[in-house]
């Protein structure tokens, strides 16, 4: 994919902070070191655009890139990770608030990406959300990260595990590496073809 921009717009802690609803917006989700933060920088050919880190759960920000693709502008929505285990009960309510203030009320929110890394389980973490996210009329896509830690035969093996863990009749699993740049096209497929739609107003 050509790539004529990418560049951080704002980083919000606070529904408030949220810019003026303009571009098509895709949201990125994922649990903390699913890969997040590297899938963004490969999606978009830059090597530091969204900071990559070995200690997961830091910031609890929302990240908003401008981004122009094959010439299409569009919004990537950088939400904070979940699942740390050591936070407080007070830094998860705040995490809920401030993403669900976000997944709740945007109107130009076109298509949710949730990350599940390819060695682990879906858990209720992820599968809540894509229900709630359902039931709130979000399209979303599951994103499989870091394909090229299993050898082909595995990762062909361990795709149709998590495809029957997820159970969600018709919807196919992009598998993807950072590292390979493997599933790139596919995503980027996935988000033209929604930033594209007829908006439903
Ligand atoms: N081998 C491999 N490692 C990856 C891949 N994507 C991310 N990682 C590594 O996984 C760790 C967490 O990645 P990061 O992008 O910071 O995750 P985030 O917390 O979800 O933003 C880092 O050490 C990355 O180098 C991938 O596709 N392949
Ligand atoms: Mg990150």
């Given at each position: ?27 990125f ?12 920088n ?15 759960g ?6 908003f ?10 919004a990537?929505?950088?939400l904070?990770g979940?699942g740390?285990a ?14 669900e ?53 595995r ?23 950072s590292a ?22």
């Amino acid at each position: 994919m050509k790539i004529q921009r990418a560049e951080l717009l704002i980083s919000c802690g606070r529904i408030d902070q949220f810019p003026n609803e303009g571009l098509p917006e895709v949201a990125f989700l994922g649990r903390s070191n699913v890969g997040k933060s590297s899938l963004l920088n490969a999606l978009v050919g830059r090597k530091q655009l969204a900071r990559t880190s070995a200690t997961p759960g830091k910031t609890r920000l929302i990240h908003f890139f401008e981004v122009v693709a094959g010439g299409e502008p569009v919004a990537f929505v950088d939400l904070p990770g979940y699942g740390w285990a050591k936070v407080s009960r007070k830094e998860r309510e705040s995490w809920g608030k401030l993403v669900e203030g976000y997944l709740e009320n945007r109107a130009p929110l076109r298509l949710a990406i949730l990350l599940q890394d390819l060695r682990r389980d879906f858990s209720e973490d992820e599968t809540l959300l894509l229900d709630w996210l359902t039931e709130r009329g979000v399209t979303w896509q599951v994103v499989i990260t870091k394909a090229d830690k299993l050898k082909p035969m595995r990762r062909a093996r361990r795709l149709r595990e998590l495809a029957s863990q997820l159970d969600r009749k018709g919807h196919k699993l992009i598998a993807t590496s950072s590292a390979s740049k493997a599933g790139l096209d596919e995503v980027w497929r996935g988000i033209l073809d929604r930033v594209r739609a007829p908006d439903p107003g």
